[in-house]
């Protein structure tokens, strides 16, 4: 797993371009650590998650560990729990999160894809959840999230046929937000990403916070906390730095306090 910031913008690169960015489990445990970095460091305000090579995204777990790794209920338990660590802080930073997608997003690469906020892919990118080639047991959370995205009839045909699917058929199921040509991919991202880091970044956030609320169960939402980040952004400089300069017909330098 690579990091690195350029200015507001995080990278996160998942770094094995030989297996198509298979992912280990030492993988895993590298990606809740930069998720964790990213989310602490007050200067980034928008994360890219990518795949070095070119040639793929991530194209699901690293099949060659299983025997290794994955080759009992218990081995398997401890898997699970390390990959779904990774993922749930790739989910909780507290920033935009953008996957930033080109060739093979395979399996787990969906997954890692479903936990970003926007996920824009190459056109000539390939999606497949192939579970029901492998045998395996896919974990609630990772097929309501799916579910959640692209609704019941989409994931049921995703995984049921356990085929590869184009950009432009992901693109019709609401599976990525954006197809840009692949050339054109990285520039696209970057300009995509500086525009998100442009803006106020506690109003970003806070929507990012009141988008999570909302798709929880109604029962499960913290109002409180709603409440808490709307009064924070109205409350703030940046609040005053977002008058001043539409009054003043100027640019806005925010702060995010």
Request: net charge neutral; charged share 25%; hydrophobic share 45%.
């Amino acid at each position: 797993m690579l990091a690195r910031k350029d200015k507001h913008i995080g990278w996160l690169t998942f770094n094995n371009p030989a297996r198509h960015n298979a992912v280990s489990l030492e993988m895993w445990e590298g990606l809740a650590y930069i998720a964790h970095e990213f989310t602490t460091d007050p200067d980034i305000r928008v994360v890219v998650v990518q795949g070095a090579g070119g040639k793929a995204f991530v194209s699901g777990a690293d099949i060659s560990e299983f025997e290794n790794q994955r080759n009992s209920a218990e081995a398997e338990t401890h898997y699970n729990a390390v990959s779904a660590k990774g993922m749930q802080a790739l989910k909780n930073i507290n920033k935009p999160t953008i996957a930033m997608i080109q060739g093979y997003c395979i399996g787990g690469g969906v997954g890692v894809a479903l936990n970003c906020d926007i996920r824009i892919a190459s056109d000539n990118s390939k999606f497949a959840v192939p579970a029901a080639r492998l045998g395996l047991g896919y974990e609630y959370e990772g097929v309501r999230k799916l579910v959640d995205v692209v609704g019941p009839s989409f994931a049921q045909e995703i995984f049921f046929t356990a085929r590869q699917f184009s950009a432009s058929e992901a693109m019709s199921m609401g599976l990525i937000n954006r197809m840009v040509a692949a050339d054109a991919l990285e520039q696209y991202v970057q300009q995509y990403a500086e525009t998100i880091a442009s803006n106020a970044p506690m109003t970003v956030a806070s929507i990012k916070t009141l988008v999570g609320e909302i798709v929880k169960d109604e029962a499960k939402r913290n109002m409180d906390l709603c409440e808490k980040v709307v009064a924070a952004c109205f409350n703030s400089e940046d609040f005053k730095e977002g008058r001043t300069a539409f009054m003043a017909k100027r640019k806005p330098v925010f702060k995010g306090k």
